[in-house]
């Protein structure tokens, strides 16, 4: 999760309920990412952070959603066991499958930070969530978060009968970076003959290396997420300036988008990432995937996890999980 950049008039622009949201984030204290080291990066003041605070504020339940159960687990991974949590919704199951990539560069963020997400997906779906973590940048460089992205799959898929999930029913949702890695993860199924999910749902999603497009240029400012900050993370993840054009980082550009699933692509007008989620569309309609793109306005980057607070959060969340239980019950 992105900490505030200079703001370019993300307050004019944003809703009010967005902009309370920021305001509370930089009475907070939270700064620039690109300013920081790593290490204050990690630690400081996140959205999910201002979200809590401003409920408090508001005299309102800062409890997190309700699901039936979470339980903490860890994957075995190429380089040591990931952390993961599953999420079980209410009901009898056995419940589809869904496999969460949370978003932070590929440097920052963790499980915690990325909570409400995963059980908004749970009950939306009414399915079992698996949050994935993963290895970041700048210890562990690029393809280190891709190659645990696809262990949690593959380990997902595999073993999804012990949660009482039915894969036969499955789908990958991310955010941000994570947005990136669930389509990237899906390109791996696809090429690894592994079990295919039925859906993807991206969130403002990293889908390439430029950050000279229409809306890096538009929200170069923006909060809480800006140009210079995508361009520390790129930094930190990526081990050369070559990455950027991989097909797992640009993914409109460079990768084989072909025979991937129905796709739904959750974009914020305020954003950096809303070209990227674009020409993902328009990339994967030219492969031939069905995918639809829809943009939320007068909200930013990292907003998908703010029902809480943010109307329009609830919005874009309903929109997921409508399209999951289209393809759920198309199995």
């Known amino acids: 999760m992105a900490a505030p950049s200079d703001d370019s008039g993300t307050m004019e622009r944003a809703s009010e309920e967005m902009g309370a949201v920021l305001e509370k984030l930089k009475e907070l204290g939270a700064k620039p990412i690109h300013t920081l080291t790593v290490e204050e990066a990690r630690t400081q003041p996140t959205p999910a952070d201002a979200v809590k605070a401003l409920l408090e504020e ?155 497009t229409p809306s890096y240029l538009e929200n170069a400012n923006a909060m809480p997420l800006g140009k210079a900050d995508m361009d520390w993370f790129f930094e930190h993840y990526l081990s050369s300036a070559e990455d950027r054009n991989d097909p797992r980082i640009d993914l409109y550009d460079e990768a084989d988008l072909s025979g991937l699933p129905p796709t739904t692509i959750i974009n914020a007008e305020i954003d950096p990432l809303l070209s990227d989620g674009e020409m993902l569309a328009e990339a994967m309609t030219a492969a031939g995937v069905e995918v639809e793109q829809r943009t939320f306005d007068s909200v930013t980057h990292e907003f998908f996890g703010m029902a809480a607070a943010v109307p329009l959060a609830l919005e874009a969340q309903n929109l997921a999980g409508e399209k999951l239980r289209s393809a759920f019950a198309d199995e």
Request: charged share 20%.
């Open 58 to 212: 508001q005299g309102k339940s800062t409890e997190p959603e309700e699901v039936a159960s979470t339980e903490d687990i860890l994957i075995p991974g190429s380089a040591g066991d990931i952390p993961a949590r599953v999420y079980t919704p209410e009901g009898e199951g056995p419940f589809p499958v869904i496999v969460y990539y949370h978003g932070g560069g590929w440097v920052i963020a963790d499980l915690d930070v990325y909570d409400a997400s995963p059980r908004a997906l749970a009950n939306q779906a009414q399915a079992i969530v698996v949050s994935s973590h993963y290895r970041q940048g700048p210890e562990d460089k690029f393809p280190a978060a891709h190659d645990d992205a696809n262990a949690a799959y593959e380990y997902v898929v595999e073993n999804a009968g012990s949660w009482n999930g039915n894969i036969d029913q499955l789908a990958i949702v991310g955010e941000s970076a994570g947005g990136g890695l669930a389509v990237s993860v899906a390109m791996h199924a696809r090429d690894a003959k592994l079990i295919m999910p039925d859906a993807i749902v991206s969130v403002y999603p990293i889908a390439g290396g430029e950050t000279d």
